[in-house]
Nanobody, 121 residues
């Protein structure tokens, strides 16, 4: 059974940090790029970051998180992380990870169930 299980969300004050984890199972982790996305109430889903181990651990970031968020992966644990720092209230959303065919294509193989991140003033 394919699973992507996010964890690490919660409530944090503005300026604080959180680290999200996404544990993958049921598929060959190295065959996919792993991306993080988020969706706030009433807004469309937006891409945050992506890491591609097949491309030498190339990473991609949306402009609105550059310098604040860092994506990494531990292929031995089949887990991808999103370290989030200097959090802002506008970062409040449900955060999802997804297995993608590549970071530059909007083709998604698998999705997680999401984890809520709430940033308070």
């Amino acid at each position: 059974e394919v699973q992507l299980v996010e964890s690490g969300g919660g409530l944090v004050q503005a300026g604080g940090s959180l680290r999200l984890s996404c544990a993958a199972s049921g598929f060959t982790f190295d065959d996919y790029a792993l991306g993080w996305f988020r969706q706030a109430p009433g807004k469309e889903r937006e891409g945050i970051s992506c890491i591609s181990s097949s491309a030498g651990s190339t990473t991609y970031y949306a402009d609105f998180v550059k310098g604040r968020f860092t994506i990494s992966s531990d292929n031995a644990k089949n887990t991808v992380y999103l370290q989030m720092s200097s959090l802002k209230p506008e970062d409040t959303a449900v955060y999802y990870c997804a297995a993608q065919f590549s970071c530059v294509e909007t083709l998604y193989a698998y999705w997680g169930q999401g984890t809520q991140v709430t940033v308070s003033l």
